[in-house]
């Protein structure tokens, strides 16, 4: 996922003629008909300058995606910045609040409140914001002033690779902590002040400039907690034609995940033993509330963990084993 700009040639050039100019090219024609999905040239003529950086918005079908992938995202980012340098400290305040699921939920809902709703991404991924005087960028739209762009810049990102979802997972939760420090965690979980959550993103005039922001945000919320994963069905599988694939290091679950469908897909002469990426996310999901059951902890350890995905007339299934452990085989319930 790239970011092209545009440059402003001159002082006198308006929106309307760099619509004009860009439509003449096909990657670019969807840019023409000016909609409020499509408001990344939403910036008043005064502000436009000579040799000004302006993203171009992408296409809709570039931006849409489904929650589960989302959450998926959202759950890497946050194991990433757990073990960032700047902002691990602060990201572990947050998960002694609420558990990961809740703060993935949190970032889904806040993420469909700045992109238009369900199915995410309906709005384009930067626009100007008129207070300000800049641009915000990502999935949530954080502004590139104070807080925001000291985030990207301890994130060592550039403006384009805030449109990757991880990225802008990353950067919301960085965001964050630049704006409350050591009080980053007081807001979490979100749905105990709403009033407080929306004054600190939205500002103090939150009512006046957006009066729906708390509403949509405590349905979206509400959604997305609901969207759970299926409980454990743990069943003890006695065959062993399974490949048992190491986690490695600075290798999350989800990958892991996909690695060992892709050796065991091969071996079983099977192009796709999972499928797609959901029931990769509800089975990391499924291995997360294992691990809790079984061990009091969601952590995993890289080269004493290990996993594999097969199939048989029950269906689909993962098997789990720590060091010399007992294996666990938890079957995908979609697939029963």
Known sequence: MGLVFYIVENDEETIAEIRQKLGRYPEFAHVQKPTKKVSGFNIPQKSLKKG????IPLKAEERVL???????YCSEAIRDMRLHSAYGKRVDEI???????????????AAKQESGGKPLGQFVFHRWEPGPGAFSFSIFHVVQTGPGIAARRKL????????????????????????NGRRTADYFPIDKDWDAWARMYNGKYWK??????VGNMKKYYAQALQDEAPQVRPEYWAGNNVEMFPIQYGMDIGTAIRHSNTVNSNAAHRENILGNRKNVFALRKLVFNYLKTRYKSDKWY???????????????FLIFQR?????????????V
């Open 52 to 55: 000004m950086f302006i993203p």
């Open 66 to 72: 489904e929650d589960t992938e989302f959450a998926e």
């Open 95 to 109: 998960l002694d609040r609420v558990d990961e699921d809740t703060l993935v939920a949190t970032m889904i809902a």
């Open 156 to 179: 060592n990102m550039t403006e384009g690779q805030l449109y990757h979802p991880k990225n802008a997972a990353q950067l919301f939760l960085a965001y964050l902590i630049e704006k």
């Open 208 to 213: 006046r400039i957006n009066p729906h922001y």
């Open 302 to 316: 890289a080269g004493r963990d290990k996993i594999g995905i097969g199939f048989d007339a029950q269906g689909v």
């Open 323 to 335: 060091d010399n452990d007992e294996k666990e085989v938890i079957y995908l319930p979609s697939s």
